[in-house]
């Protein structure tokens, strides 16, 4: 009897690290995610489709890992599909477009999981009626790029 106890705790120890280990993996991809949407933002900031596109690339890899997991519901598979049109275009207006439901899901995921122990400013652009999160305090509006650059302000913050 005291061997099959020791051999349950056994397994139930060994399941549980494991288990762990998974948690713990998907944990640290979450701001390599949020650092990957950070470079697609600067890339539209900068009027870049191109540099876009490749960082969607990157966002859609690190989103499809995490969603493979099945751990955190659909959002990791929704943040794919805003992705996939940005890494599929360069277009910048197509790619602008869809950054506003890519950080519509960002907002949405960042609200429920600690993306990162960084501070990160949810900024509102009035003039598109969108949101977006940026590491920095500054607003450099990625829907407006260079014509309209510092249009926006802060309208939270996410600890």
């Known amino acids: 009897m005291k ?3 020791i051999a349950v705790v056994i397994m139930t120890t060994a399941i ?3 288990g762990l280990a998974q948690d713990t993996t998907t944990q640290s991809q979450f ?3 949020l650092n990957s949407y950070y470079e697609i933002k600067d890339a539209l900031v900068a009027g870049n489709a191109g540099s876009a596109a490749l960082n969607a690339v990157t966002f859609v890899k690190i989103a499809n890992d995490i969603s493979s997991k099945n751990l955190f519901e659909d959002n990791p598979k929704i943040l794919l599909k ?9 277009d910048i207006k197509t790619q602008r477009e869809r950054f506003a439901a890519l950080s519509s899901n960002m907002i949405a995921m960042a609200e429920k999981i ?7 400013y949810m900024d509102y652009c009035p003039m598109k009626k969108a949101y977006w ?5 500054d607003i450099k509006n990625p829907y407006y ?3 309209m650059l510092t249009c926006g302000s802060v309208k939270d913050t996410l600890k």
């Open 145 to 147: 790029g260079s014509a």
């Open 133 to 137: 999160l940026s590491s920095e305090k």
């Open 82 to 90: 805003d992705a996939a049109v940005i890494s599929e275009t360069t």
């Open 31 to 33: 701001p390599q995610l």
């Open 114 to 120: 600690k993306l990162t122990s960084e501070t990160v």
């Open 3 to 5: 061997k099959i106890i």
């Open 16 to 18: 549980m690290q494991t």
